[in-house]
T-cell receptor
Framework: NAGVTQTPKFQVLKTGQSMTLQCAQDMNHEYMSWYRQDPGMGLRLIHYSVGAGITDQGEVPNGYNVSRSTTEDFPLRLLSAAPSQTSVYFC????????????FGPGTRLTVL | GDSVTQMEGPVTLSEEAFLTINCTYTATGYPSLFWYVQYPGEGLQLLLKATKADDKGSNKGFEATYRKETTSFHLEKGSVQVSDSAVYFCALRANAGKSTFGDGTTLTVKP
């Protein structure tokens, strides 16, 4: 199993550009989520999905869109990049129950100039 | 809402020292509790977990006990190694499936 994969690993954008961060998992997990990690702020939930066709907002959803057309894929779209979106982005997946841990991807480091 | 408060870092220890990283939580219902570790340039990975009160999670010499009466899940290790240098995150997961993370504690172990 590849686990959770994310692409790209690094990305530099100019203000106003759009892009999609890719996330895929091969563990047949129902639950997937996107976090951003900023220094001293831990992980903050952006969006999550409890299954194909179902998504919901997390703590910091503004400026981001998601969709979940398959169980495996959960892309994150930045609509119009801003410097405040400079961060490290992690995708995670798990079985959708309380007792299960999340499996994290290696992260995407995004810089918006 | 749910919250997790971790001991502020950074923490610097000498090799073979005893480690404690404090974690307390606020949650409705009966969450599961987790410790994750993050090495430089990598994603988080599970270190240990406990799913109900009085459970003890353990892995690689690390331990933590789910204390409902004090709403705590402190991480301990009796003798740290240089290879334990990393960022440690305490987290809880509630019935709805969403996780809440602490801010992370950076541990540096010096030879």
């Amino acid at each position: 199993n590849a686990g959770v994969t994310q692409t790209p690993k690094f990305q530099v954008l100019k203000t106003g550009q759009s892009m999609t961060l890719q996330c895929a998992q091969d563990m047949n997990h129902e639950y997937m989520s996107w976090y951003r990690q900023d220094p001293g702020m831990g992980l903050r939930l952006i969006h999550y999905s409890v299954g194909a066709g179902i998504t919901d907002q997390g703590e910091v959803p503004n400026g981001y869109n998601v969709s979940r057309s398959t169980t495996e894929d959960f892309p994150l779209r930045l609509l119009s990049a801003a410097p405040s979106q400079t961060s490290v982005y992690f995708c995670a997946s798990s079985y959708s129950v309380r007792v299960n841990e999340q499996f994290f991807g290696p992260g995407t480091r995004l810089t918006v100039l | 809402g749910d919250s997790v408060t971790q001991m502020e870092g950074p923490v610097t220890l000498s090799e073979e020292a005893f480690l404690t990283i404090n974690c307390t939580y606020t949650a409705t219902g009966y969450p599961s509790l987790f410790w994750y570790v993050q090495y430089p340039g990598e994603g988080l990975q599970l270190l240990l977990k406990a799913t109900k009160a009085d459970d003890k999670g353990s892995n690689k010499g690390f331990e933590a006990t789910y204390r409902k009466e004090t709403t705590s899940f402190h991480l301990e290790k009796g003798s740290v190694q240089v290879s334990d240098s990393a960022v440690y995150f305490c987290a809880l997961r509630a019935n709805a499936g969403k996780s809440t993370f602490g801010d992370g504690t950076t541990l540096t172990v010096k030879p």
